[in-house]
Every structure is written in structure tokens, then in C-alpha cells.
């Protein structure tokens, strides 16, 4: 199976981005829950949304900026990433999670500055 992230950048303060996650090898993978994450360096990683069927769930300091969705006949998913700032410069990971199987891509890279 693999994750492969796309879509980071840099980005000025109050800028919008969209990750974008292509999953495959995966059977039934409407069946996954599906997160987003993101680590700096020297700090541990951070749950930022997830998404199971429709049901979707943020951190606090991301509720109202950002919007993850999925799009099952595609094996894809999203994170509209609006209002920036400095504070979510990050590595985003992709992550999919089934029973005790989990499984992360190799991140791409979001730098908000000017």
C-alpha cells in the first residue's frame, strides 16, 4: 500500500493551500479512516483532522480554517488549508488507519511566510 502527499508550499501569512493525498494498494478503502498530520522538528506529531465516511473531526487550532474531505471512487483525500499562519509550517503527513493496520506517506512540506 502506499500515500503519496501533494501540494505543499510556501505560502504567505493568510494564504490558502490544498494538500492532496493519492492512496493505492488498499482494498475496500472507504473503509479507512483517513487523518492529516504534521510535525516540526524536535516536536512530536500532530493529529490535525480526520475523516471516517462523512464524519470528520479537527484539532482546536485548526477548526474553522481547515476542511479535510474524501473522494472514495478516487482513493483521494483532501485538506483545504485556509488562513495561514505561521504557526502551521509543518511536514503533512498522510495517514490511513483500519483495525491495528496504519499506515503513513512521506509527508510534504507547508512553510508559511512571506
Known amino acids: 500500500v502506499q500515500l503519496v502527499e501533494s501540494g505543499g508550499g510556501l505560502v504567505q501569512p493568510g494564504g490558502s493551500l490544498r494538500l492532496s493525498c493519492a492512496a493505492s494498494?488498499?482494498?475496500?478503502?472507504?473503509?479507512?479512516?483517513m487523518s492529516w498530520n504534521r510535525q516540526v522538528p524536535g516536536k512530536e506529531r500532530e493529529l490535525v483532522a480526520t475523516i471516517y465516511s462523512r464524519l470528520t473531526d479537527y484539532a482546536d487550532s485548526v477548526k474553522g480554517r481547515f476542511s479535510i474531505s474524501r473522494d472514495d471512487r478516487n482513493n483521494m483525500v483532501y485538506l483545504q488549508m485556509n488562513n495561514l499562519n505561521s504557526e502551521d509550517t509543518a511536514v503533512y503527513y498522510c495517514?490511513?488507519?483500519?483495525?491495528?493496520?496504519?499506515?503513513w506517506g512521506q509527508g510534504t512540506q507547508v512553510t508559511v511566510g512571506s
Open positions: 494498494g488498499f482494498t475496500s478503502f472507504s473503509t479507512y479512516a
Open positions: 495517514g490511513a488507519r483500519r483495525g491495528v493496520s496504519d499506515y
